[in-house]
T-cell receptor, first 115, second 111 residues
């Protein structure tokens, strides 16, 4: 079975450009999570959806970040405009349940570099 | 200040040695999870501990949840190079449905 799929795996862009990260969760999973990982701050939850509805976006850094889940099999995380401090590895994860303690399956991540 | 403090931050040992990684907090958690993350990949859940004092074993890995449900440890016996990776703990609070990750311990097992 396919796991969580993320694209692109690597993204290099210049400051001010728009960046869109994509995620396909595991089929049948009801919750989807976006995380950011940096050396300084570790793994942080940005936002999560349950049944395509955003439940908690308190981790989204600022208005430059937005996330959508138009259907059960696709989600995007957009940064506009991007800044060098956004450089990080962004992970998407999915789970069957609605509780954050349910087993989450992580994708391979997108390594974003903003120059 | 991190809600969950992991120690040490980095550990380098020889194959066959034992190691222990700690995850500490001043907060009480409903449950605690341990993940292993290999380079270039996402974290993979190893175990969830729920009851204070609980001990779980996964082959050569032993996980313990503190009696007060504020801390946890991961002990690896006879470490192998395949155990190399970043070990993350994550504490869950049912009230508020919050999951918080520790900063991680990077383990290197040299052959």
């Amino acid at each position: 079975d396919a796991g969580v799929i993320q694209s692109p795996r690597h993204e290099v862009t210049e400051m001010g450009q728009e960046v869109t990260l994509r995620c396909k969760p595991i089929s049948g999973h009801n919750s989807l999570f976006w995380y950011r990982q940096t050396m300084m701050r570790g793994l942080e939850l940005l936002i999560y959806f349950n049944n395509n509805v955003p439940i908690d976006d308190s981790g989204m850094p600022e208005d430059r970040f937005s996330a959508k889940m138009p259907n059960a099999s696709f989600s995007t995380l957009k940064i506009q405009p991007s800044e060098p401090r956004d450089s990080a590895v962004y992970f998407c994860a999915s789970s069957q349940g609605a509780v954050l303690a349910d087993t989450q399956y992580f994708g391979p991540g997108t390594r974003l570099t903003v120059l | 200040t991190q809600l969950l403090e992991q120690s040490p931050q980095f550990l380098s040992i020889q194959e066959g040695e034992n190691l222990t990684v700690y995850c500490n907090s001043s907060s009480v958690f409903s449950s605690l999870q341990w993940y292993r993350q290999e380079p270039g990949e996402g974290p993979v859940l190893l175990v969830t501990v729920v009851t204070g004092g609980e001990v779980k074993k996964l082959k050569r890995l032993t996980f313990q949840f503190g009696d007060a449900r504020k801390d946890s440890s991961l002990h690896i016996t006879a470490a192998q190079p395949g155990d190399t990776g970043l070990y993350l703990c994550a504490g869950f609070k049912a009230a508020g449905n919050k999951l918080t990750f520790g900063g991680g311990t990077r383990v290197l097992v040299k052959p």
